[in-house]
């Protein structure tokens, strides 16, 4: 195992826990330091400490003296990545950890802090299965938090909503996220695609659910290769896709994109659509706007019109105009902490509340935008029933002139509240990222 691998993990989690950054953004953009042999070790070890996080605190506080909340943050991320790798890594090599983690202190010139670690690492090695054994007699809503890594009040709100499931729920959660792409018929059809990207040895496979999406059954990174460049397809998650499967959009019509980016779902109506009609993709950050603007190009997309706004405020002039309405609003993220595990520690409730009201002025919005026969598609990637099914049910009891709109044509027969106007995704029943998506129409 090579040291310099470790430092730079270490300053990856420092960065992550400090800032509260996502993880993958840091390792994507710190990775280019990290030999290609050890890439694939600093990555998993990178986001087992995020997504073990309670589970490792929990052995460094029965193992030491001195609590987590007391200790600095060197020391601190130094035993949170050897605690990750003893616990959940080969066990052949125990001792190069413990030893490669005192070394990392030491030549920062702590001679105390590096004796404290190796104290606490030997301790830890010592106890392995006795810490185990601990673990397992922990009361259930405790064990639960912390042999998952999930904060006690998320697991107490999650028994209420899947009752006995709710260790699977946890588990699928943790377990990471496959990597899935979306055709750009536009230029290519998935059948063509499959046999382009197996003839270059890449292993892809068609998704369950979603008609233009394909898994790839080895990632790398898929944006060197040519069909990328190409255009042939985005990187897009297979629930993310299905939100555009149900909007269904008919060629010619216009449409209002509230929250585009990254954009995954105007280029995809615009795919479906033929390049026809028009679409106005908004978004509040600058920066994620130029994203899109890069994805058109790459995709030969030409009736997508980028604006900057806000989709809390009402747009008096596009009421009545549209034949669609995207309305993927912000959340608490809660269906996607397979692909950001720290979105499971951060989310107070009086974030949720605020957010909440920030979803509904977004989806009253975009009611006053569609025409008579207009319809508007609202999703989110949580699996939160207050941000869910429980919003759309206020708005339909505040708005009499809309109801959910029947969506069992968009897919197939695995979900049984489609012919009722919305789905609910989870991980642990469809292997597929938490997602609401849900049709509303005037009538």
């Not at 920066?287 to 980028?306: A, D």
């Not at 900057?308 to 996607?336: H, N």
Request: aromatic share 8%; with cysteine; hydrophobic share 35%.
């Amino acid at each position: 195992m090579n040291n310099s691998y470790r430092t730079q993990a270490i300053e990856t989690l420092k960065k992550i826990f400090k800032d509260k950054s996502y993880s993958n953004i840091v390792i994507n953009n710190d990775m280019k330091n990290v030999e290609r042999r050890f890439l694939s070790l600093y990555r998993k070890s990178v986001l087992g400490v995020v997504e073990n996080l309670i589970y490792i605190d929990w052995i460094i506080n029965e193992m030491s003296v001195t609590k987590t909340k007391k200790m600095e943050m060197d020391v601190l991320t130094v035993l949170r990545l050897a605690v990750y790798q003893i616990f959940f890594l080969d066990k052949s090599h125990e001792n190069i950890v413990v030893n490669e983690s005192v070394q990392y202190i030491k030549d920062k010139g702590n001679v105390r802090g590096s004796k404290f670690v190796n104290a606490v690492l030997r301790n830890t090695l010592r106890n392995k299965d006795n810490l185990t054994a601990k673990m397992n007699e922990l009361p259930e809503d405790e064990y639960l938090s912390v042999k998952y890594s999930y904060p006690k009040e998320l697991i107490i709100k999650w028994k209420k909503q899947f009752g006995k499931d709710v260790e699977q729920v946890l588990i699928a959660n943790n377990t990471e996220a496959p990597l899935e792409i979306r055709v750009n018929t536009l230029k290519i059809q998935r059948d063509e695609l499959i046999k382009l990207l197996e003839e270059k040895g890449i292993k892809v496979y068609k998704c369950k659910y979603a008609d233009k999406g394909l898994v790839i059954e080895n990632p790398f990174e898929i944006d060197k290769t040519s069909e990328y460049k190409d255009g042939l397809f985005s990187v897009q998650s297979e629930s993310s896709m299905l939100s555009g499967q149900i909007l269904n959009p008919k060629e010619n019509s216009f449409i209002i994109d509230m929250c585009a980016a990254p954009g995954g779902k105007t280029l995809n109506a615009a795919e479906t659509m033929n390049n026809t009609g028009k679409i106005i993709a908004r978004d509040i950050y600058p920066g994620k706007l130029k994203l899109i603007e890069n994805e058109l190009k790459r995709l030969g997309i030409s009736n997508v019109k980028v604006e900057k706004y806000d989709a809390t405020v009402l747009d008096e002039s596009l009421i009545e105009k549209a034949d669609y309405v995207i309305a993927d609003v912000p959340c608490t993220g809660l269906g996607i902490i397979r692909r950001k595990p720290e979105i499971k520690y951060n989310k107070t409730d009086k974030e949720l509340n605020d957010i909440k009201e920030i979803q509904y002025k977004i989806l009253e919005n975009a009611s006053k935008y569609i025409k008579q026969t207009g319809e508007l598609v609202y999703s989110t990637c949580t699996t939160n029933s207050e941000e869910n099914f429980e919003l759309i049910n206020r708005f339909l009891k505040n708005n009499k002139g809309y109801a959910l709109a029947d969506i069992s044509e968009n897919v197939h027969e695995y979900f049984d509240a489609a012919g009722q106007g919305y789905i609910e995704i989870y991980p642990h029943l469809h292997g597929m990222d938490g997602f609401f998506i849900a049709k509303i129409k005037r009538i």
